[in-house]
């Protein structure tokens, strides 16, 4: 599996090119944006599978709805911010929806920098939580954050 081109990462995230990005791991089926924005590199989060390589929260409503992506963060400590900044003593989820007004991605913030998972490939840090908005995911519809722990 090969990662997504640099010419590719230019039509598909156009500001993530102006603000620049890094690569941080090599392609892998292995998890998902979700399993990855809660530290899980094993599993692929995804309501309605279950068993093997697939996760998804008990308690959590079975669908790919941002009331239920929220569900699997607050149940978490998470909250609802309207800061969409980083903060040194705060990690960060920024909660994607495409233009059809589904979920389509998750980019998570160690406080310092935002990180996400390309769907099967490449992980890679970058500036801001909107630096993917675009045609690929869309916008950024909600942010959460909770005290470093």
């Not at 598909?12 to 690569?23: A, D, N, Q, S, V």
């Not at 068993?51 to 978490?76: C, E, I, R």
Request: hydrophobic share 30%; charged share 30%.
């Amino acid at each position: 599996m090969r990662p997504i081109s640099p010419e590719k990462m230019a039509e598909y995230f156009p500001c993530l090119i102006e603000e620049g990005y890094e690569e941080k791991s090599l392609p892998t089926p292995r998890y998902n944006c979700m399993a990855f924005a809660n530290d899980d590199e094993r599993h692929w989060w995804q309501p309605g599978f279950y068993g093997g390589k697939y996760y998804w929260p008990q308690g959590v409503p079975q669908n790919d709805s941002l009331k239920a992506w929220t569900a699997v963060f607050t149940s978490d400590g998470y909250e609802i911010t309207d800061n969409w900044e980083l903060e040194a003593d705060f990690e960060k989820v920024a909660i994607y929806i495409d233009f059809n007004g589904e979920t389509s991605h998750v980019a998570k913030s160690d406080g310092f920098v935002w990180k996400s998972k390309l769907g099967k490939k490449q992980d890679i840090q970058h500036s801001k939580a909107t630096s993917l908005e675009g045609e690929m995911y869309g916008v950024v519809e909600r942010v959460l954050r909770r005290k470093k722990q």
